[in-house]
């Protein structure tokens, strides 16, 4: 049931649908896009896994707003 709501209720899948049938972008600029992406995410992971951890500090950094 879980499996069935994920491929029906997937955001991403039925975009590619939509944009496919309705003809605005080929199956090639999507494959495209999906490379670019791809590789966007690889060179963030190689940068946050190449970082020194942060200090325990910065847990609570930026969490909570101060008054406005």
């Known amino acids: 049931e879980v499996a069935a709501l994920r491929r029906d209720r ?17 199956a090639a600029e999507l494959a495209a896009a999906d ?3 791809a ?5 963030a992971f190689s940068v946050a896994a190449a970082a ?3 200090e325990p500090a910065a847990l ?9």
């Not at 590789?39 to 060179?43: E, F």
């Not at 950094?61 to 101060?66: E, F, L, M, P, T």
Request: charged content about 25%.
């Open 10 to 26: 997937d955001c991403i899948g039925r975009f590619r649908e939509r944009v496919l049938g309705a003809g605005l972008l080929a």
């Open 60 to 68: 609570l950094r930026d969490v909570y707003a101060g008054r406005l």
């Open 52 to 54: 020194a951890p942060p």
């Open 35 to 37: 490379a670019e992406i």
């Open 39 to 43: 590789a966007a995410v690889d060179a």
